[in-house]
């Protein structure tokens, strides 16, 4: 039963990605090739269905952001990882989605929560103390202003001259605001690992 949930639940999220989270349950039966039936059979109403998918996203958000303090990669690693991750993310969002998300929930794109976005910035908080930790990250930043000041930037930005207007490609915006903000943070011994890093990454395209 929940597998087919999940099955049916993800193919309403794609549609709530493209269309945003204002459309009606018929709308969503037919554009996601399921009936009607099929989905109140799972699901009591449009407003379940769409909080159980929206459910599921955050879930599958914090486990991309988790990475970013994660013990089993480096504050840097785990950082670029985290950031990648959310691009992915970001990019299979359209604009309405953001402004339904906003007009709806907005408890979950509120900085100050721990969900949504607000796992985002705990996340940020928390790698920027790992690499303080490791010695990779310089001792005098002001985690809670630069975590804020990140996150707010990097989001607001990308909806609206990244997603809306397309005036950056996706890809490219991410690879710029990782280099950005790392060169801004990393201490000697951060710069020297993230160049090592780098060097292993060109050796693994050239061979492939």
Avoid: W
Wanted: with cysteine; hydrophobic share 35%; charged share 30%.
């Amino acid at each position: 039963m929940t597998v087919r949930k999940d099955k049916y639940a993800a193919k309403a999220m794609n549609v709530f990605r493209q269309y945003g989270l204002n459309i009606s349950i018929d709308e969503i039966a037919e554009k996601s090739a399921v009936t009607k039936k099929t989905l109140y059979n799972h699901f009591e109403s449009k407003e379940g269905l769409l909080k159980y998918c929206l459910r599921n996203f955050l879930h599958d958000l914090e486990k991309k952001i988790a990475i970013m303090y994660s013990e089993d990669v480096d504050a840097i690693e785990g950082f670029i990882s985290g950031i990648y991750g959310m691009g992915e993310v970001f990019h299979t969002l359209s604009p309405v989605f953001f402004d339904d998300l906003r007009k709806m929930f907005p408890e979950l794109s509120g900085s100050q929560h721990k969900a949504g976005f607000g796992s985002f910035l705990e996340g940020m908080k928390r790698n920027l103390e790992k690499g303080k930790t490791e010695k990779l990250y310089r001792q005098d930043i002001n985690v809670e202003l630069i975590s804020r000041f990140f996150i707010s930037s990097l989001v607001s930005f990308f909806i609206s001259s990244v997603l809306t207007r397309s005036e950056y490609s996706a890809r490219d915006y991410f690879r710029s605001i990782i280099d950005y903000h790392l060169h801004a943070v990393l201490t000697p011994k951060g710069r020297r690992l993230l160049e090592k890093e780098n060097e292993t990454q060109n050796i693994l395209k050239n061979n492939e």
